[in-house]
């Protein structure tokens, strides 16, 4: 099939950027998103172009590196689905796919589709974490988890980090991100001790990178990949308050 | 304090404020409907709400200090928002949000312009049309100021639009307020959504239903 492409170019960090057309001749449905753009950029570079610079890495859905807005919903809106697991036999021949960067204050853009995403490590590095001593491999089972806790914990950490749930947010919010993490570790015994300064440290960290605040519109969880709940936001919201009268 | 300055912290005051507001609402919604029994209904109700003035004022500025509040708020909220948001997608498909959860500010605002409209009408007495006097039991008449107020049609439609914003305010601060105190779940979550909506509902039909009795003619001087 042939398609339309709109893409976002930008020469870098503070270059204005715009959307230029592209041809995509002879697509196989059997091809995924990214190996269409592979292609498209073997011709590019062939004419002696700027290929069009992408995240990605494992392209098998678990990095969270792929970042692309298609059609105005990041990762192209099927359902569960990463940019580099969305395949081509969900277009049709003739369309035209306009593909764009996450867009938010605290994601600036670096090239063309890529962004950076340090902000959610910001996040990270300021409660996404258990403290314990190093030394010798602890039991597996010398800590007990209930099996729905842990079923629970593992819901939260399917997040992989991408930032979809922030490029979709009209807030440019980063809580599902964010209550996904502290809802992980608010699940596990391991995560107790440190609970309350957690959710207070990583929703402060959030608001300092520039991310916005909250206003319940689920858009996030629409676009996440990973089909993180906002059962998870109100958790966290849940967790803040219990901070509060610690 | 913390919870001044964390987002989180202040959605939770915006979410009592607007639950405060709601609970009004509903009180008020009674009250109101006690014009339906007629000059002796509302006009009772008026006279024994306004009994112990100490208690009406401090009511008063209760509820002046939880608007304050949820205003405050709302607007710097939606402005922090607006700005990390650079909204400059050349195309953008929302899958959820919604006309009502993205204009929240508006409905908001409009709100506030009825409030104050209807606060200078029925409680100050300050717009042309309202019609001051007492009834057969010196009472002050009620029911005769909202009757003949609301026999205009331009003012009975201007409350119905704004009971159309409020509508559309809480179809989405309903299920939001919700989600903010954390008092939700994954079986919650879609049910909310539509319980707000239809809560909303009727609270809208039901305010609606006292300009409209009165403008069909069902409700006479
Ligand atoms: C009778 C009047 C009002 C009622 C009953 C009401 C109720 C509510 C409720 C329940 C919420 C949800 C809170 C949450 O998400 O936790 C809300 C949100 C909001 N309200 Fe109001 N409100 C009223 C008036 C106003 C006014 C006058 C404004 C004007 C600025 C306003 C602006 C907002 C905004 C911007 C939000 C969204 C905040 C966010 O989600 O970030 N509201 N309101
Ligand atoms: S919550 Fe979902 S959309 Fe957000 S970073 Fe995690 S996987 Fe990506
Ligand atoms: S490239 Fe790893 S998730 Fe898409």
Known sequence: ?246 | MRILSSSVGRKILMSITGQLLIIFILIHLIGNSTIFFGPNGINAYAEHLHSLPPLVWAFRLFMLAAIAVHIAYGVTLTLENKAANPGAYAVKRNLKASFASENMIWTGLLVLCFIGYHLLQFTIHGTPDVVVGLDSANRPDVFRMVVTSFGNALISLAYMFAMLMLFLHLSHGIPSFLQTMGWNNEKTIPAFGTGGKVISAILMLAYISIPAVILAGLLKL
């Open chain 1, 1 to 246: 099939m042939n398609l339309t492409l709109h893409v976002w170019r930008q020469s870098g960090p503070k270059a204005p950027g715009k959307l230029e057309q592209y041809e995509a001749k002879n697509v196989s449905p059997d091809q995924s998103f990214l190996e269409m753009l592979d292609e498209v950029n073997e011709h590019l570079i062939k004419e002696g172009k700027d290929p069009i610079a992408f995240d990605h890495d494992c392209r098998e859905g678990i990095c969270g590196m792929c970042s692309q807005v298609i059609n105005g919903v990041p990762h192209g809106g099927q359902e569960r689905t990463t940019v580099c697991q969305l395949h081509m036999r969900r277009f049709n021949d003739g369309d035209t796919i306009y593909i764009e960067p996450w867009r938010a204050l605290a994601f600036p853009i670096q090239k063309d589709l890529i962004v950076d995403r340090n902000a959610l490590e910001k996040i990270m590095q300021a409660g996404g974490y258990t403290s314990c001593h190093t030394g010798g491999v602890a039991d597996g089972n010398a800590i007990l988890v209930p099996k729905q806790d842990a079923d629970y914990a593992m819901d939260a950490a399917e997040c992989i980090g991408c930032g979809a749930c922030v490029a979709a947010c009209p807030n440019g919010s980063a809580m599902l991100y964010t209550s996904a993490k502290v809802a992980q570790l608010a699940a596990l015994p391991q995560g107790q001790a440190e609970a309350a300064e957690r959710v207070c440290a990583m929703t402060e960290a959030m608001q300092e990178a520039g991310f916005g605040n909250c206003s319940n519109h689920y858009e996030c969880m629409a676009a996440c990949p990973k089909g993180i709940n906002v059962k998870f936001i109100a958790k966290l919201n849940r967790e803040y308050q219990k901070a509060l009268f610690k």
